[in-house]
């Protein structure tokens, strides 16, 4: 079984500053997507970012941007200018390929509160 | 808005009930999936169904059930309700599912007391 590990709980940043949350998983699948969602205030989950395992450049959506390292198994999310906007909590999520489509791992989270 | 919508948003019931949630997926999605989200597992999930069938089971409880209707809207019951049943439930609907691209819903909070 996949398991994804967020060992940050909690996180702060000064507002236009750059921060990065970890993630590390475990997997014995070779193909296997990975994601960032975002959960704000508002509780509903948002995708900040997605990575695909077999894509040896790293992701980048904006002011995000992934550190995605395959033999480490490492995810990280960089969040460049940091906006107050950016205060939620964000979970790292893996996805296996065949049978396992659709069906999200999630880590237990990280709070990020962005002061301004 | 994710274009998913799930009712009732808040729901409040005594242990042993039996309550339904129910989920609207965006317009063309066929797959639709349940997560439960609670302080103690976290994000974890049930259950998910493509164009009517059950395509995927995750940790859901045998006092759970879910269906998806010709529709596609789909309803998650659960039954004999335990203190620990408190949740966030979510539904979530993809049009394609290698993508890992999720469209959840604002959720439905149930409280058992």
């Known amino acids: 079984a996949q398991t994804v590990t967020q060992s940050q709980p909690e996180m702060s940043v000064q507002e236009a500053e750059t921060v990065t949350l970890s993630c590390t998983y475990d997997t014995s699948e070779n193909n296997y997507y990975l994601f960032w969602y975002k959960q704000p205030p508002s509780r509903q989950m948002i995708l900040v970012i997605r990575q695909e395992a077999y894509k040896q450049q790293n992701a980048t959506e904006n002011r995000f941007s992934v550190n995605f390292q395959k033999a480490a198994k490492s995810f990280s999310l960089k969040i460049s200018d940091s906006q107050l906007g950016d205060t939620a909590m964000y979970f790292c999520?893996?996805?296996?390929?065949?049978?396992?489509?659709?069906?999200?791992?999630f880590g237990q989270g990280t709070i990020l509160t962005v002061h301004p | 808005d994710s274009g998913v919508t799930q009712t009732p948003k808040h729901l409040i019931t005594a242990t042993g009930q039996r309550v339904t949630l129910r989920c609207s997926p965006r317009s063309g999605d066929l797959s639709v999936y349940w997560y439960q989200q609670s302080l103690d597992q976290g994000l974890q999930f049930l259950i998910q169904y493509y164009n009517g069938e059950e395509r995927a089971k995750g940790n859901i409880l045998e006092r759970f059930s879910a269906q998806q209707f010709p529709d596609l809207h789909s309803e998650l019951n659960l039954s004999s309700l335990e203190l620990g049943d408190s949740a966030l439930y979510f539904c979530a609907s993809s049009v394609e599912v290698r993508t890992g691209e999720l469209f959840f819903g604002e959720g439905s909070r149930l409280t058992v007391l």
């Open positions: 999520a893996f996805m296996g390929s065949g049978t396992s489509y659709g069906k999200l791992t």
